[in-house]
């Protein structure tokens, strides 16, 4: 529900893979960033919006380090926070640039960097401490890899790593890679090599692409995206949309177009609307559309609405509507209202209307409540309720709870609670677990203690899983046990895996062990499959398939062909019917052609189809019906094959009306019940 999200993921990626590091060496007008995506650039990267004081306090810092005044170690960290809450996006790189280069020095960095961690906050927050490290990294990368690494395991730390592997090789490329290349496998060098291949992206793009797209890393490939295609549609952004529209599928591709779009229609608006217009896969035309109808809102409000009025009401206008207000919340509330006249989606609609109002209040809490009492529809209230809620808790978690525990018991104060805990957990965990635990033991606290082992997590998995372990026995606590586990994961798997092992047996540990391989399969699926060999056997099946999804979201054919190489049963059924789907939506000839290849008719055969064929359909609906048919099992594909004129009669009424009405494929009671339920719709 947080419109920062979107900005701060690309700012978080940029400053953890190192990029915005390569970049501090140079003036802030001369960095890639300045082509870069600013959605949600009203709004600092710490998640808040930026008050008067930090800004001048940012602003201050940037002119003491200019004009040679030194500055206490506090105050150097006190000016890195502020900095990240500058609403201006390239006002805060521009703070960051003069504060770690001017601010940050060989004898100060370990007490900055204290400092900073010592403000608190969620990893939103934290990521000052990279911007210190990535300085330290320039003058004494020793040092600073000495400390990065002595960092508790968390998210905080791979990118602390990431941050100095980054600065080193600004200053020493080839004593960084030698260093990353003494490592031992496993997934500190994987981090390290990730970040020295998009340091390599600013001075030599070419060479990064390719090193990342013959890397066994399957993490490279789409986290060079940024860095790459950013530097490429800086220089030439025609040459740099052909390249991306090159790519093979994946994720890779993918980013590669969203990044060069967002670029180039800063340049040239109209060649890169036309450029978008013509890609062929609707996911990445959709994101390419909806990255140059924002960034054309900032400049032309009016013009981009009444561009996006004359397109045809469709999931695709949904989207760019959906990331167009994400940029107008920032600016202009109002603007972000009226956009969602043109979404064609009630649930959409109200998702926005949660996030514009929790934006809104942060800004300003009289106006966004102003807002919210002047609607007359209960509904629209309701929701506009839940996001004013989530906003009140960013900067005021005690009032927010107690509004919230003042409402009727409903949904609505369900909802309001568990954003307010997850809120109050990114600043104070601690106090929003022992709130949390004083609430009515029921759905509502249930949420949010769930929402505080997520967000504890991130900051400290031990010290959340020191917490939960404390917790009654009970579902309540086996879902938390499970969330920390996935957090967990995501910066030190193999320590996760060793508590997640170590629980008592029983619903709760199969769970968290699920939950860590299929985390850990994001960053090294081969490792998180052969850890997976090592659990018991009791536990493989599902840890199997959780590997097989999350592969598969990276990179769809190895994830197939490894779990076509599983013993028959069901891991290799559940792996192979995780895996097809992506790959066939990527690249459903390659994928259908291997399928036909390696995998022999019986149960494997008929499951994987069942989960794959909609993909199939959608890229054409006779191979989508070629694909039903080759059902084995009788009953499975009559099933199905009334699924498809389901699915049909949604998406193509007409056409699907004169298949249906002609197919041997559905029995002549099936042809009527799907029609007549069409025709009542």
């Known amino acids: 529900m947080k ?19 390569a970049t501090f060496g140079r003036s802030p007008a001369d960095s890639a960033f300045a082509s870069a995506d600013p959605a949600g650039s009203r709004e600092g990267a710490s998640g808040r919006p930026a008050d008067a ?36 996006y390239m006002q805060r790189f521009g703070h960051l640039w003069w504060i770690s280069q001017n601010g940050v020095t060989r004898e100060n960095a370990r007490a900055v960097a204290e400092a900073v961690r010592a403000t608190g906050g969620g990893l939103e927050r934290q990521s000052g401490v990279t911007v210190v490290l990535g300085a330290w990294a320039r003058l004494d990368p020793q040092a600073a890899l000495d400390y990065a690494q002595k960092l508790p395991a968390s998210p905080l730390r791979r990118q ?42 600013e001075r030599d793009p070419e060479r990064a692409l390719q090193l990342a797209l013959t890397s066994k890393n399957t993490r490279r490939g789409y986290e060079v995206a940024f860095p790459v295609f950013s530097r490429l549609a800086q220089r030439d952004p025609a040459d740099a949309a052909q390249r991306a529209a090159a790519l093979p599928p994946g994720r890779l591709r993918t980013n590669a177009i969203s990044i060069v779009s967002s670029s180039w229609s800063y340049e040239d608006r109209d060649a890169a609307l036309a450029w978008a217009q013509t890609i062929p896969d609707r996911r990445s035309r959709s994101q390419a559309l909806a990255n140059v109808t924002r960034n054309w809102a900032q400049q032309d409000f009016e013009g981009a609405y009444g ?39 009630v649930r959409d609609q109200d998702q926005m209307l949660q996030n514009i109002a929790s934006n809104w209040a942060q800004q300003d809490r009289a106006s966004a409540q102003q807002w919210m009492d002047s609607q007359t529809d209960p509904s629209v209230r309701k929701t506009i309720m839940q996001g004013f809620m989530s906003g009140l808790a960013s900067d005021d978690p005690q009032a927010a709870a107690k509004l919230a525990l003042a409402m009727p018991a409903g949904d609505a104060q369900r909802n309001a609670i568990a954003s307010i805990a997850s809120n109050w957990a990114q600043s104070d965990p601690a106090a929003a677990a022992q709130w949390a635990a004083q609430l009515p033991a029921n759905a509502a606290q249930n949420s949010a203690l769930q929402n505080i082992a997520s967000s504890w997590a991130e900051v400290s998995p031990t010290d959340a899983a020191a917490w939960a372990a404390k917790l009654p026995p009970g579902a309540t606590r086996n879902d938390i046990l499970s969330n920390i586990a996935s957090n967990w994961a995501q910066a030190d798997p193999a320590a996760a895996g060793t508590w997640a092992l170590a629980l008592p047996e029983g619903d709760a540990r199969n769970n968290a062990l699920s939950n860590v391989a299929s985390n850990w399969a994001q960053s ?13 056997t009791t536990l493989q099946n599902g840890a199997f398939e959780e590997i097989a999804n999350s592969w598969a979201r990276i990179d769809p054919a190895a994830a197939a062909q490894w779990s076509s190489t599983l013993p028959a049963g069901a891991a290799r059924t559940g792996a192979l019917s995780a895996a097809m789907p992506n790959w066939v939506q990527q690249d459903p000839n390659t994928a259908l052609s291997w399928f036909s290849t390696n995998v022999a008719p019986g149960s494997d055969r008929d499951q994987a189809i069942v989960h794959f064929w909609v993909h199939a359909f959608d890229s054409n609906p006779d191979l989508g019906i070629q694909w039903m048919n080759s059902i084995g099992d009788p009953n499975l594909r009559a099933t199905h094959f009334r ?39």
Request: hydrophobic share 50%; aromatic share 8%; net charge negative.
């Open 3 to 21: 419109a920062w999200l979107p900005l701060l993921a690309v700012a978080l990626a940029a400053f953890g893979i190192g990029y915005g590091f």
């Open 53 to 88: 004081h930090g800004r001048d306090a940012a602003a201050r810092a940037t002119f003491a380090f200019s004009s040679g005044k030194p500055m206490k170690d506090a105050d150097v960290a006190a000016a890195i926070t502020a900095a990240l809450d500058e609403p201006d």
């Open 160 to 201: 602390s790593i990431l941050a100095v592997a980054s600065g080193w090789a600004a200053t020493d490329y080839a004593a960084a890679d030698r260093w990353a290349k003494s490592l031992p496998e496993g997934e500190l060098k994987r981090t390290a090599q990730n970040a020295l291949i998009n340091a390599l992206a």
């Open 307 to 345: 561009w996006l009025q004359k397109q045809p009401a469709s999931a695709e206008r949904n989207d760019m509507v959906r990331q167009l207000t994400y940029s107008a919340m920032q600016d202009n509330p109002q603007n972000a209202v009226a956009l969602l006249d043109l979404m064609s989606s």
């Open 524 to 536: 090294d699926p081969a490792a998180a499959a052969h850890w997976v060999t090592q659990l018991p």
């Open 643 to 681: 699924y498809l004129a389901k699915h049909w009669m949604q998406t193509d009424p007409a056409t699907a009306r004169t298949w249906i009405n002609s197919t041997s494929f559905l029995s002549a009671a099936d042809k009527q019940q799907v029609l007549a339920n069409n025709q009542n719709r």
